[in-house]
């Protein structure tokens, strides 16, 4: 039996040594794949490769260096995403300054998709502030030539195009507002502006509904006008 049995065993362990050659050959194809992705800088699929890789054949050898290097890329990717997150935060809490600095660093991550993201943020954001400075500057050279109207039709384009912008620059609209008889009272929720004739100095997010009261008369709702700059009731 035992001179039976000795062949057999010799043929079960070739056959058994030449499965864990052929994973091991599939399996540094797939490490070999990864690490080709990461040369070209794509980093987010080489991880999808290293974790196929590692989760078929994690007992092997080349299964197990697939899982360092997932490890190791995930991790970086993870910070990126923090980073990009914390800089989205800032944004939306309309702090520039705040959101630039994790944005740029989430930016130095290259080679994750997350990076490439911070970096068209951080592009968006400067095209932002060219934009409005350019803006700003017509307004300013607007009102100096006494064109009132067209500067306010100007600020209110920053209002609705960029409306982070017009919040960290606390941009404010002269609005007209008269009322027959004059001396009524204006409102702006619980907040009295005073009385007709007035100029309020209006944020561009405000609500645009004012409240007249005058003793006498029934009072009056009144939304004011964002392209004639004057409320006329």
């Known amino acids: 039996k035992s001179q039976s049995s000795g062949p057999e065993l010799r043929t079960q362990a070739r056959e058994e040594m030449k499965l864990i050659e052929e994973v091991e ?3 540094e194809e797939l490490v070999k794949a990864g690490q080709a992705k990461e040369k070209d800088g794509r980093l987010d699929d080489a991880i999808d490769v290293y974790a196929e890789c590692a989760e078929m054949w994690f007992t092997s050898t080349w299964g197990q260096e697939a899982a360092t290097r997932k490890t190791r890329l995930s991790v970086n990717r993870s910070r990126a995403e923090r980073l990009y997150e914390e800089g989205v935060r800032f944004l939306d809490k309309g702090d520039t300054v705040g959101a630039q600095i994790r944005l740029r660093e989430a930016a130095t991550y290259k080679g994750y998709r997350v990076a490439e993201m911070a970096a068209r943020k951080i592009d968006d954001l400067a095209s932002e502030r060219e934009r409005v400075a350019e803006l700003l500057e017509r307004e300013k050279r607007l009102r100096e030539e006494g064109r009132l109207d067209e500067a ?9 195009r960029f409306p982070r912008s017009a919040a960290r620059l606390d941009l404010r609209l002269d609005i007209s507002i008269e009322s027959v008889p004059s001396n009524a009272r204006v409102f702006l929720g619980s907040e009295e502006l005073g009385r007709t004739p007035i100029t309020a100095r209006l944020a561009p997010q405000q609500s645009g509904v004012l409240l007249l009261k005058k003793p006498g008369f029934v009072a009056l709702h009144a939304k004011f006008d964002r392209v004639r700059n004057r409320v006329m009731q």
Do not use: G, K
């Not at 306010?152 to 609705?160: D, K």
């Open 152 to 160: 306010f039709r100007v600020i209110v384009e920053i209002a609705e």
């Open 25 to 27: 050959a599939r399996a």
